[in-house]
Nanobody, 123 residues
Framework: QVELVESGGGLVQAGGSLRLSCAAS????????MGWFRQAPGKEREFVSA????????YYADFVKGRFTISRDNAKKTVYLQMNALKPEDTALYYC????????????????WGQGTQVTVSS
């Protein structure tokens, strides 16, 4: 089992940057592929990005390609989401999630979730 705690959210102007972190507890962090999702008010939770257990494979939603970068540090049991060129439509609660097995963009495939960190982008 793994527990996840997100941090790094905040208020930023359009065009700015934020770096989200997701710290995991537990001894088996390296068996998990990690994903970032987001949920805006009144909308469904949507996939943002995912990274394989060893960082060798990454996957992005089309709307963040070229702007966001996912990475992980297994020694620190932490996964990151570097967000650049932020837009007002990126405003949402951002969640990290963990799953064993293959990478997935489906929220239903993830077993463990953090509580989320709020990102607000002003125009």
């Amino acid at each position: 089992q793994v527990e996840l705690v997100e941090s790094g959210g905040g208020l930023v102007q359009a065009g700015g940057s934020l770096r989200l972190s997701c710290a995991a507890s537990g001894r088996t962090f390296t068996v998990y592929n990690m994903g970032w999702f987001r949920q805006a008010p009144g909308k469904e939770r949507e996939f943002v990005s995912a990274i394989s257990w060893n960082g060798g494979a990454t996957y992005y939603a089309d709307f963040v390609k070229g702007r966001f970068t996912i990475s992980r540090d297994n020694a620190k049991k932490t996964v990151y989401l570097q967000m650049n060129a932020l837009k007002p439509e990126d405003t949402a609660l951002y969640y990290c999630a963990a799953r064993p097995g293959s990478l997935s963009s489906s929220r239903y495939a993830y077993d463990y979730w953090g509580q989320g960190t709020q990102v607000t982008v002003s125009s």
